[in-house]
């Protein structure tokens, strides 16, 4: 009986062992043929999807388009307001270049740019303007062209008498074998306070791998073993040296002096997270008053923003303007750690981290308390608690200009800030809110510490516009002044920038049926129509072509209705031509009364002659070339 067991144990073991077996290796086949199954359908779904490419365009994401023409008759609108205010200042038009090198924007601090490289050139759309406005203002490009010119002459010339030679080296001017290449200084930051220079660097490459220096000035780099071939380099690089080395140590500056009134309206792109008042594409009314020293700069640029908010019917009820100045917060910031900072940080250390700690600032009003305190934890360590406190509530009570002054009156520092420059900003300052409430414009300022926009450039006063009733809305506006230097020549600049896609969602996208445009202004942007006009004739001379009385009698009539067409668009009169043909005068009317037309001129084949009808009276009156504007003259005054 035991002996039974064990077998019975042993039979009962090997089964499962084999079950076990049989499953594992039916699993390893399934796996097998389900990778297999995959791999093929992968490849069917790629060739799917590569079929659909061909066919299916997706639209890019945050990237605008005008096709409906409302959308396209409030763009225009809004430019043509941003245009007529800038004319009434006396402000010069430009246009610039979307597509533009990217060291221009290098040092820029806007991280989201839409760049790419293409033949081995770094190239970005334009992320912002300014930048471009300096560099076609100050910097002498033309000397630059010239410079290129005179080394595709110098390496043309070099590569015809070298052609004989076993062609040792391209003629192309980009090859392999040997390149010129100017290299630019950067102008991307403007208060960049060091020297600009270009360095000149020509490098010739050839098979061989000996290395000689041909000039110190120039410092050429020559690699070439060829004694022939040195020789027509010395040449060369001499020649060089004489004609462009010599001219171009420094890059030229133009216009140091002059005052510039500058205006445009670009397009901008920026790679950043898409929302509602947030797109990867906008336009910009770009603003900048150049080699203005006084505030009267900042009070002009203002007065226009103020003048193009009244215009779309906006006051102090609906928008605030906050003021900052960036030294004085600068100021402050130092004031109240100035303990803490003193004992570990030198002058340096010390400024890099207020410019650290504005970024913070900036997001003030974006987060918590808790949160602002706790980033202020984290980024430096070494402030005590009482100190950041002592911060947010100098942030939270200086309301208003006098108690700014009274704060800086019992705070004064020798160490790092100048007291006379310190008092010389706050002056100026303080002027700009005087002059407004001298003028009654005082309800539209508000002095806001925590305004300190997020371009590192701006060094003086700042500002941002926002809307009142919605706290959620992004800055209409922003701005201030960005005195920078080229070489040791001080350029003073003021600017402000608006963009498109907030105003336009304040004006038209209100639920409360745009309140801030008046009747008339809505009608421009539905694109009120005046006329709706209809003469299918042509279609029945095709009908009777062989009948020459006939087709003569039709090309008179074509010529009045012309005329007629002529004479009121002349006259500023809108006037839509129904092309399509219909059989039926009253689909005609269905169609002008939907597209809300006031009035519509159609030929009577009974009468033959032409008609104008009002739509909304339904009265009626034949009309030729001669009377057809008093008629309708006669129409708009009685029925206003």
């Known amino acids: 009986m035991p002996l039974l067991f064990f077998i019975l144990l042993i039979i009962y073991l090997h089964l499962i062992i084999c079950r076990k ?91 989201e740019s839409y760049d790419f490289i293409k033949n081995n050139k770094h190239l970005i759309l334009r992320p912002e303007i300014t930048p471009q406005l300096i560099r076609y203002l100050y910097i002498n490009d033309n000397l630059l062209q010239g410079d290129r010119e005179e080394e595709n002459k110098i390496i043309k010339s070099n590569d015809d008498n070298n052609n004989n030679n076993n062609n040792i080296y391209n003629n192309n001017y980009y090859g392999d074998k040997h390149n010129y290449y100017c290299q630019q200084c950067d102008i991307t930051n403007k208060v960049n306070r060091e020297n600009t220079h270009t360095n ?88 900048d008053i150049l080699g203005i020293e006084n505030i009267y700069a900042e009070i002009e640029l203002l007065c226009m923003l103020i003048m193009f908010f009244n215009n779309v019917n906006m006051d102090d009820k609906n928008i605030v303007i906050k003021l900052n100045h960036k030294y004085i917060i600068e100021y402050i910031i130092y004031i109240i750690f100035q303990k803490d900072m003193n004992n570990i940080l030198s002058y340096n250390k010390i400024k890099n981290e207020i410019k650290k700690l504005l970024h913070i600032l900036d997001k003030f009003y974006k987060i918590n308390k808790s949160t602002f305190k706790l980033l202020l934890y984290k980024n430096f ?107 040791d020549n ?40 005046h006329v709706v006009s209809y003469f299918p004739y042509f279609h029945n001379i095709t009908q009777n072509n062989n009948n020459q009385q006939i087709h003569s009698h039709t090309t008179n009539l074509y010529k009045e209705y012309y005329n007629i067409l002529n004479k009121l668009r002349n006259n500023n009169i809108i006037v839509n031509s129904i092309l399509k043909y219909y059989s039926n005068l009253s689909k005609v009317i269905k169609k002008a009364i939907h597209m809300n037309a006031k009035h519509i001129l159609f030929f009577s084949k009974d009468n033959n002659s032409f008609i104008l009808k009002n739509l909304k009276t339904k009265e009626q009156k034949f009309v030729t070339s001669d009377n057809i504007l008093d008629i309708y003259n006669n129409y708009i005054s009685t029925h206003k």
């Open 21 to 111: 077996e049989a499953i594992e290796r039916k699993h390893k086949s399934l796996f097998l043929n389900n990778t297999l199954l995959k791999k093929n359908n992968i490849k069917r779904c790629c060739c799917k999807i590569n079929k659909k490419r061909i066919f299916s365009v997706q639209y890019v994401k945050g990237i605008r388009n005008f096709i409906n023409p409302t959308n396209y008759e409030k763009r225009e609108y809004l430019f043509n307001i941003w245009k007529q205010i800038a004319n009434n200042f006396s402000f010069d038009f430009y246009d610039l270049p979307i597509l533009e090198s990217y060291d221009l924007f290098r040092k820029s601090p806007i991280n």
């Open 200 to 287: 000149y660097i020509n490098k010739y490459n050839t098979n061989h791998s000996s290395f000689h220096e041909q000039n110190e000035k120039c410092k050429h780099s020559v690699i070439n073993s060829n004694n022939g071939f040195n020789n027509n380099m010395n040449a060369c690089t001499s020649h060089f040296n004489e004609n462009i080395y010599k001219k171009k140590k420094i890059l030229k500056y133009q216009n140091i002096n002059k005052i510039f009134k500058m205006c445009t309206i670009g397009q901008c792109f920026r790679y950043e997270q898409t929302s509602r008042l947030r797109k990867r594409e906008h336009y910009q009314w770009n603003l």
């Open 381 to 487: 360590p070494y402030i005590q608690k009482e100190t950041i406190r002592h911060l947010y509530n100098v942030l939270k009570n200086i309301k208003h200009i006098n108690h700014l002054e009274q704060f800086v009156k019992c705070h004064n520092t020798n160490i790092y800030y100048n007291n006379i420059d310190t008092w010389k900003h706050l002056k100026n300052f303080k002027n700009i809110f005087n002059y407004f409430e001298q003028t009654n414009l005082n309800n539209y300022f508000k002095l806001d510490l925590t305004i300190v926009r997020g371009m590192d450039y701006y060094n003086n006063m700042v500002f941002e516009i926002y809307y009142k009733k919605d706290k959620s809305h992004r800055a209409i506006c922003g701005g201030g002044r960005y005195n920078f230097f080229l070489n």
């Open 490 to 529: 001080k350029i003073y600049a003021v600017g402000c920038a608006m963009g498109d896609v907030v105003i336009t969602d304040l004006l038209f996208n209100n639920k409360k049926n745009n309140p801030f445009l008046s009747l008339s202004e809505q009608n421009k942007i539905n694109k009120y129509i």
